[in-house]
Every structure is written in C-alpha cells, then in structure tokens.
C-alpha cells in the first residue's frame, strides 16, 4: 500500500480531516447521501460511476444495499489503497472497481453509466473545473441517466467564503448559491429534478456521531487533542465553518441527462 507522508502546511482540508480519522467527508454527511440515494430508485443489476471515490465506503454501501455495480475514480493513490482494502475485506471485488484516475480525464473510462455519484468534489473546482466535469458527466450518463450530486452551499457571500475557504482548506473551494449550482447543471444538459438544501455540520459533535459513530467518533476526537499540526489546521477550518454558519450549508441534486 502507498504511504504518502503528510505536509501538514499543505494538506489539502479533506486530507487533513482524514489523517485525523475521519471517514465521512461530505458536507451533508450521512443523511443526505442516504437520501439521495431514495431519490435515485437504484435497481439491481445498474451501473454506478463514483468521483472522487476515497475511501469507498459509498461505493461499498450502494452495492451491498442495492446490488448495483460501482466503478469510482480516485486521484489519491493512498485512498485508493484504502478503498480497494476496504472492497476485499466486504467481499465486493465483482462488483466494486476503483480506477486510480483524474475525474478531468473520464473521457478515458470506458462504457455509460445509468448513474453518476459526485460527493464534496465539485466544489473543490473553478468555475471552468467545474462546467468542463459536468459536461463530461453528461456525456458518460445514459441518455436519461441520473446525476446525484451532493455538495458545498453558500446561501450568500459567495466570494468572501470562497477566499476565506480556500485559505484554510487550501483548495480553490467555491461553493454555489442553488440557483447557481442548476444553472451549472442546466448549462451541461443536466435538469435538476430533485434538490434539498439544509445547514452544514461536518465538523458539528452530533452530526460526528451520527455519520462516525461512538468510537470512531472519541478516536477523531482523541487525535484532535494530541496532535498539534492537525489540532491547530481543524481548528481553522472550524472557524471558517463557524464564521459563515448561517451562509454555508449543503445542497443534495438529482439531475437528468
Ligand atoms: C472531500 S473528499 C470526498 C470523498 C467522498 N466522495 C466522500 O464524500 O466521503 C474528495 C475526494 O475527491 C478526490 N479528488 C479530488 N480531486 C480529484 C480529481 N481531480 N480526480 C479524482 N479524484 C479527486 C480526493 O482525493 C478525495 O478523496
């Protein structure tokens, strides 16, 4: 397995929210994925494309409770390591595949999809990053595939949250207003059927339990504490995130190509 030492300075947020032992790293957490999952009416049999897969506990979950087969792409070879570890050991190697890949290069896989999964990933894109994914999403659908798409909010001061966010997560984070995340997803031939909007509480205590559990939940919590490089980088992140606690939030779409 790779084993990449992390540059605590550098790091980008999610790498250093997973050093810390976090597994869940979308913004809406557990609940909304699970709810976009009801939206989408997986049948057995169909075919998931996952971006930005991780750790593949997404993957893993929608093949073990639908049936469907998953293929995600994942940039960071240590989480692909991970994810590919995680797949063997749930008995899903059929079903499951996690290419090491680019999602700028999805031209390069190979097939369409009856879906597309995109957690906490597109919003870590510019403005151009962001219409040159979704195009391409558009193209590896079926025609009336399902894009699911759950990510970053901002309910207003999208350009002071943009700065402030992508100081301490140091990733040109930019997070849209709803009707700007449609316009995106309309301008790639993505009608938006579905959407749902609530606050953002990746870092909250409760929601930490909800999406980590008890134990895993005291181990984040534990590394928080002892550690100072990822202590002093949680804590800055968790200040944006305080700072704009009525402005950020999480948005949930099903969108149709
Ligand atoms: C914030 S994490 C979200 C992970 C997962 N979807 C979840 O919700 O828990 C974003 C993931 O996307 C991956 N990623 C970022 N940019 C990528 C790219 N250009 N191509 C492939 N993967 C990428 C990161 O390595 C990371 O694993």
Not at 15 to 40: D, N, S, V
Not at 104 to 128: C, R
Not at 172 to 177: E, G, V
Not at 211 to 226: S, Y
Request: proline content about 2%; overall charge neutral; charged content about 20%.
């Amino acid at each position: 397995m790779t084993n990449t030492i992390l540059n605590f300075q550098t790091a980008t947020g999610h790498e250093i929210l997973a050093a810390a032992g976090k597994k869940y790293l979308r913004p809406g957490g557990r609940i909304a994925t699970e709810k976009l999952f009801q939206w989408a009416n997986f049948q057995p049999g169909e075919t998931v494309l996952e971006l930005g897969s991780s750790f593949g506990y997404s993957a893993i979950a929608l093949a073990k409770s639908y049936d469907v087969r998953v293929v995600g792409v994942e940039k960071n070879p240590d989480s692909v390591a991970c994810a590919r570890a995680n797949i063997c050991v749930a008995g899903l190697e059929n079903q499951v595949e996690i290419i090491e890949g680019n999602i700028f290069n999805l031209e390069a896989i190979s097939g369409k999809f009856d879906y597309v999964l995109a957690e906490a990933i597109l919003t870590m894109q510019s403005p151009l990053g962001k219409a040159k994914i979704l195009a391409e999403i558009h193209n590896r659908l079926k025609p009336g595939g399902k894009f699911l798409s759950h990510e970053l909010l901002a309910t207003d001061k999208e350009e002071q949250i943009h700065v402030d966010l992508a100081r301490v997560i140091r990733v040109n984070s930019t997070p849209l207003s709803e009707s700007n995340w449609i316009t995106a997803f309309a301008k790639a031939g993505l009608q938006v059927e579905k959407c749902q909007t609530d606050s953002m509480n990746l870092l909250n205590l409760r929601r930490m339990f909800q999406d980590e559990g008890i134990f895993n939940t005291i181990r984040i919590l534990w590394n928080i504490l002892t550690q100072r490089n990822i202590r002093k980088r949680v804590l800055e992140i968790h200040q944006v995130f305080h700072k704009y606690q009525h402005e950020l939030g999480y948005i949930i779409l099903c969108a149709v190509a």
